[in-house]
């Protein structure tokens, strides 16, 4: 072999060589790239019990994501302590984005100001991903009570201030706030009944025995449909397809009364400004689905996406507005 062909032998083996050494040092790389998001299964932890209608929506988010991750996402009920337990266990979890919180206003905006202690600090414990929309809340009367519109409501609670009484699902919450709204907007004093819950309020109301309560719209509506009860006014900001008739407590001219159950995905508060994009955006592709979208408001949800950002800002608002009316209202702390 002369020495040409050495020479090109040589550069053959060498080009060989480090060709095998670029697969080799690409090899993690590329796994790591090719690396699959989530990197588990996911739970999306959701304080209320299977049935109800948080439960439903969490069920429809993680069978939609789901589909876009090729990855299981299940449904994790953990109902108790008004949603703290559920709240707490995704503050103390991995952030990896494999254990999300179907969030409401309850856990974020409400507790604080109704609890001595939270085990976790809604701020800063919890990560804002994307908001989903709201439950909307109905103004609803007894048939007893022999009112038919939110106008003849009003006037027989100015008639006899004080006593008239409502319900609630408890001093605090969010039954309780949203007639505490109301009855500031609208000049009225009304007598709160607690209950532990809203089905054992409305069990009341078909009795005759509670004459007026703020509930969900999907709770009601069947109510409302066999007679059971008298819808006055639908509280969020425009009417809700199910029940087109019924006004708004905007347009009925007391704006500052609007109310309804917010709802959003959030993580634990370490989540990487990279997971909580993508998070987002796949919510994003799930929520804005015509067929997703169709199908949740049969249900009586109100959807409405909002990013990261936009939901931070509205957790921000309501906190100090919650605040403020907490105080006024001298609810003492448990």
């Known amino acids: 072999m002369n020495i040409l062909n050495r020479v090109n032998t040589f550069a053959r083996i060498c080009a060989g ?39 439903a929506m969490t069920r429809e988010l993680a069978k939609g994501l789901q589909d876009i991750w090729g990855q299981s996402v299940i449904a994790d009920n953990r109902p108790g302590a008004a949603s703290i337990i559920a709240a707490d266990t995704v503050a103390r979890s991995t952030p990896d984005g494999s254990t999300l919180l179907l969030a409401t206003d309850t856990a974020v905006v409400v507790l604080p100001f109704v609890r001595e202690r939270l085990p976790y600090d809604p701020l800063t414990d919890l990560k804002p991903i994307a908001g989903i929309g709201s439950i909307p809340m109905i103004l609803v009367a007894s048939p007893g009570f022999n009112v038919k ?72 509506l069947p109510h409302i449909r066999e007679g059971k009860l008298i819808p006055l006014a639908i509280g969020s900001t425009e009417r809700s397809p199910l029940l087109p008739n019924v006004p708004t407590i905007a347009e009925l001219g007391f704006p500052t009364a609007e109310t309804g159950i917010w709802m959003g995905i959030m993580g634990p508060g370490g989540l990487p400004p990279a997971v909580t994009q993508r998070v987002q955006d796949d919510l994003g592709k799930v929520v804005n689905s015509p067929a997703w979208r169709e199908r949740m408001q049969a249900r009586g949800f109100v959807i409405r996406f909002e990013t990261s950002e936009q939901f931070n800002k509205r957790i921000r608002i309501e906190y100090d507005q919650n605040k403020a009316l907490f105080a006024a209202l001298g609810i003492n702390k448990e």
């Not at 990197?39 to 109800?52: D, E, M, N, Q, W």
């Not at 309020?201 to 025995?209: K, N, Q, S, T, Y």
Request: glycine share 10%.
């Open 149 to 220: 519109t939110f106008g003849e409501f009003i006037a027989a609670a100015k008639a006899s201030p004080g006593k008239i009484n409502y319900a609630s699902n408890g001093i605090g919450a969010t039954l309780h706030i949203a007639m505490e709204r109301l009855q500031r907007a609208a000049g009225i004093s009304l007598n709160h009944i607690p209950y532990k819950g809203g089905a054992p309020a409305l069990v009341d109301m078909f009795a005759g025995h509670i004459p007026v309560m703020w509930e969900t719209v999907p709770s009601t």
């Open 17 to 55: 060589l480090a060709c095998a050494a670029s697969i080799v040092m690409a090899g993690p790389a590329a796994a790591q790239a090719a690396k699959p998001f989530p990197p588990r299964l996911v739970k999306i932890t959701v304080g209320f019990s299977a049935g109800g209608p948080t439960d």
